[in-house]
């Protein structure tokens, strides 16, 4: 890989959607409960109302579940790693990883599968690692697309192998809830770096397992 392609991946998974060490600051908790109380009555409802009076501090609950990656550090997760593998070299990959997300664009649910797949060069990583770095990006407000490569970068920042592969298969609520209303419709989006990039056997072998 040339020097500019590092160079590249490794900003864009330090640009990592704002996370751990923005200079953002998060709004005071009653502003945001406030800000729900408001997006009710502009519903057409009433957030005084006996329902809907404990509404606001549960959806700002719920936000700080939803949204808990801007908290997490991916780089850190993938800091501890085993060296004593008897020189395996083959592919290792995490198959239907279950994630849950939101749409940057109308804040509306993604729910998705990610396949994560790497092949080391002198070490691995703890396999439940690579389900936590999947979360850390979900868990965020985002677009598929710039997951997907979130995801991939990262892995091969820290990780340093041979090579990454991700593929994301996902459905969209924005688009099956609303506006063009066609459930079912799934988006794939996929990111190959190293020699899955460079291998179209490496690269077919990972997308086989891909159901």
């Given at each position: 890989m040339s020097n500019r392609s590092k160079n590249d991946n490794?900003?864009?998974?330090?640009?990592?959607?704002?996370?751990?060490?923005?200079?953002?600051?998060?709004?005071?908790?009653?502003?945001?409960?406030?800000?729900?109380?408001?997006?009710?009555?502009?519903?057409?409802?009433?957030?005084?109302?006996?329902?809907?009076?404990?509404?606001?501090?549960r959806v700002a609950k719920a936000f700080e579940e939803w949204f808990r990656g801007y908290d997490e550090d991916p780089e850190v997760i993938l800091q501890k790693t085993f060296e004593e593998i008897e020189g395996y070299d083959e592919m290792i990959t995490l198959q239907g990883i279950r994630f849950e997300s939101?749409?940057?664009?109308?804040?509306?649910?993604?729910?998705?599968?990610?396949?994560?797949?790497?092949?080391?060069?002198?070490?691995?990583?703890?396999?439940?690692?690579?389900a936590r770095v999947v979360d850390v990006f979900a868990k965020r407000l985002q677009i598929q697309e710039k997951m997907t490569a979130q995801i991939a970068n990262v892995i091969n920042e820290v990780l340093q192998p041979q090579g990454v592969a991700v593929v994301i298969k996902a459905e969209h609520h924005c688009m099956t809830t609303r506006g063009v209303m066609k459930p079912g419709a799934e988006l794939m989006t996929s990111r190959m770096l190293g020699c899955?990039?460079?291998s179209e056997i490496t690269r077919q072998e990972f997308l086989s397992m891909v159901d």
């Amino acid at each position: 890989m040339s020097n500019r392609s590092k160079n590249d991946n490794k900003k864009d998974a330090q640009q990592a959607n704002d996370g751990p060490g923005s200079s953002l600051q998060k709004p005071p908790r009653e502003e945001a409960e406030n800000a729900i109380r408001t997006l009710i009555g502009w519903a057409g409802d009433d957030p005084a109302r006996d329902g809907l009076i404990e509404t606001p501090k549960r959806v700002a609950k719920a936000f700080e579940e939803w949204f808990r990656g801007y908290d997490e550090d991916p780089e850190v997760i993938l800091q501890k790693t085993f060296e004593e593998i008897e020189g395996y070299d083959e592919m290792i990959t995490l198959q239907g990883i279950r994630f849950e997300s939101h749409c940057e664009h109308h804040m509306a649910p993604i729910i998705g599968r990610a396949w994560v797949g790497y092949i080391p060069n002198g070490r691995v990583v703890g396999i439940s690692k690579l389900a936590r770095v999947v979360d850390v990006f979900a868990k965020r407000l985002q677009i598929q697309e710039k997951m997907t490569a979130q995801i991939a970068n990262v892995i091969n920042e820290v990780l340093q192998p041979q090579g990454v592969a991700v593929v994301i298969k996902a459905e969209h609520h924005c688009m099956t809830t609303r506006g063009v209303m066609k459930p079912g419709a799934e988006l794939m989006t996929s990111r190959m770096l190293g020699c899955f990039r460079d291998s179209e056997i490496t690269r077919q072998e990972f997308l086989s397992m891909v159901d």
